[in-house]
């Protein structure tokens, strides 16, 4: 088992399933003060604070040659010393089972909880600095490595980090396949609660039913799907819209008094969480023009608009450069559906591009990821860092 699997593995092994999906969870904790003592041993300097009680970031920091304390910034041949941070999140979703969090190595893959959301990532930046550290590279501009909070549920972890640290830009080591990610969708989650009159099953005079209210909002949200299925796609996918939970009711013989809809937009380039929402209003409105009795009300849980990283920028390049070299073909750039925590960075003006190992199962009893991409993406991280910050 080479150094970076089994850095791999025991990332794996801490469970860091975040509470906010699974109240009463262990959280992210463990793992932050592992990397800190991991980097911190590797000569690099180490800040943790708590994003959510309890719940620490950690970002640790190799200072560059080119920026020691009360200096001007500048690199021995008067260019900016450009500052580059690797970063992903710590927490993932709920394991079924305990099982989930022992790693399996099987035909070059390895198995669990995290393995490819997005441990991998994270192993093979911690392996990047660390090579970096053990070869005496002299980088003129600091390199951050980072780990964050909270993506699986609201991102406090990516949300509170631009206003400690602003590196020149970033890199999400999310899984990509080791290709350069520059563009990826949003998202919005919404609650749509219908009110009626709880009564007795059989006092059809007082009893309104809160859960069939809803039928014309479920009608228009497929309705609403098939329109966005007609239009021009985004290279990396379509908008869509579907409903996602409901909740009303709690006994048979009981007209409900209320029910919730949860609904999920997913957000392509031209999109946007204020669109998303005008969409949903708009549905609302139809329903009670369908039926004076209906009475409901919208709530944006979480959005997230899609974003596009301009490709010219010097970290893709950096980037593309150095996947090309590890793999040796020419990187590929594109865009992905999924909304990640690169959004938030550079909503905050921190260019973020994406790239990342090959995985596949995110979520699910199944996810893998394989490790020979894993010690691809930790090269070209390495030589991505030393142009970056030459």
């Known amino acids: 088992m080479s150094a970076l699997t089994a850095l791999l593995a025991t990332m794996v092994e801490i469970d860091t399933t975040n509470p906010s999906l699974q109240p009463g969870a262990l959280g992210e904790a463990a793992l932050a003060h592992f990397l800190a003592r991991r980097l911190r041993d590797a000569g690099l300097e180490v800040e943790l604070w708590d994003a959510l009680p309890g719940r620490p970031n950690v970002v640790a920091r190799l200072r560059g040659a080119g920026r020691p304390e009360g200096e001007d910034g500048l690199s021995g041949d008067g260019r900016p010393a450009r500052s580059l941070m690797l970063c992903g999140h710590l927490d993932v979703v709920a394991a079924a089972a305990p099982e989930a969090f022992t790693p399996r190595v099987e035909d070059g893959r390895m198995y669990g909880r995290g393995a490819a959301d997005m441990k991998a990532g994270l192993a093979a930046a911690v392996a990047a600095v660390e090579a970096l550290v053990a070869s005496g590279a002299q980088l003129a501009g600091d390199l951050y490595v980072a780990g964050l909070v909270d993506e699986e549920w609201k991102s406090a972890g990516a949300a509170a980090l631009p206003e400690r640290y602003r590196p020149d830009a970033a890199v999400m080591v999310e899984c990509t396949g080791l290709d350069v990610v520059t563009a990826h969708g949003g998202f919005a989650w919404f609650d749509v609660e219908s009110r009626g009159v709880e009564a007795a099953g059989d006092d059809t005079e007082h009893g309104v039913d809160g859960i069939s209210l809803l039928a014309p909002v479920l009608d228009g949200i497929r309705r609403l799907d098939a329109a966005l299925a007609a239009r021009p796609h985004a290279d990396y996918g379509r908008g869509s819209i579907h409903a996602s939970t409901i909740a009303g009711g709690d006994q048979y013989p009981v007209y ?52 596009q990283l301009d490709a010219a920028e010097p970290v893709v390049a950096a980037l593309a450069s150095a996947a090309t070299n590890a793999l040796g073909r020419p990187a590929v750039l594109r865009g992905d559906m999924g909304w990640m925590d690169s959004g938030l960075l550079v909503e905050a003006g921190i260019p973020c591009a994406v790239f990342g190992p090959s995985g596949h199962g995110e979520h699910t009893a199944g996810e893998w990821v394989d490790l020979a991409s894993v010690e691809s993406c930790a090269s070209a991280l390495a030589a991505a860092a030393r142009d970056f910050c030459a």
């Open 256 to 307: 409900p008094a209320r029910c919730v809809l949860g609904v999920e937009r997913c957000l392509t380039a031209g999109e946007s969480v204020a669109g998303a929402e005008a969409e949903m209003k708009a549905l609302l409105d139809a329903a009670q023009a369908a039926d004076s009795s209906f009475s409901g009300s919208l709530t944006t849980v979480v959005g997230r608009d899609p974003v």
